[in-house]
């Protein structure tokens, strides 16, 4: 089975939990709770009926809009300079936009986020989004490279 959809807007990433003390109680509260369930609500037409099961491949694609200083000015007003790059190579960084698609999603579109063994992510500009493809993966027979010292596993595409 395949999932795959696109969430229009900023990608978002995952804020570090936070720790209050009052009095003798120590607590804790995630930051984010609001802004992953905002994002779920907005993936929710997508849901699987039942969580999917088994190994999972996630493919996400975070696009951030480009900022000013990439135009032009003048007559190249609105022209895209030669030197603007084509990935966002500034932050958030990409391993708290993963965590975060995956903490949204976790229960709803899948039982549990270790259920995701391959991950290919992307952070480049464009039309501010998030494009997410999860694929249930089939069980692997091991390549018939079989050596007893180490099990190879091929690579996914």
């Keep these: 089975m395949t999932i795959e959809f ?3 807007g900023n990608p978002q990433a995952l804020k570090r ?3 209050f003390k009052r009095g003798d109680f120590v607590g804790t509260y995630d930051p984010s709770k609001n802004d992953k369930a905002d994002f779920l609500a907005k993936c929710m037409e997508f849901r699987p009926e039942q969580p999917l ?3 999972l491949s996630i493919r996400l694609l975070f696009t951030f809009s480009r900022p000013s200083m990439h135009y032009g000015t003048g007559r190249n007003e609105g022209r895209l300079k030669d030197s603007a790059p084509g990935y ?5 960084d990409l391993d708290n936009l993963i965590k975060f698609v995956k903490d949204a999603l976790n229960g ?5 986020d270790s259920q995701i063994v391959f991950i290919k992510a992307i952070k480049k500009y464009g ?3 998030v494009k997410i493809k999860i694929d249930q993966l089939e069980e692997m027979p091991w ?5 007893h010292q180490q099990k190879e596993i091929p690579y996914v595409t």
């Design 143 to 147: 390549t018939t490279t079989y050596n």
């Design 88 to 92: 966002h190579i500034k932050r958030p």
């Design 108 to 112: 709803v579109f899948y039982r549990d």
């Design 53 to 55: 099961l088994g190994a």
């Design 127 to 129: 039309h501010p989004s």
């Design 6 to 8: 696109t969430v229009p």
């Design 17 to 19: 939990h936070k720790h």
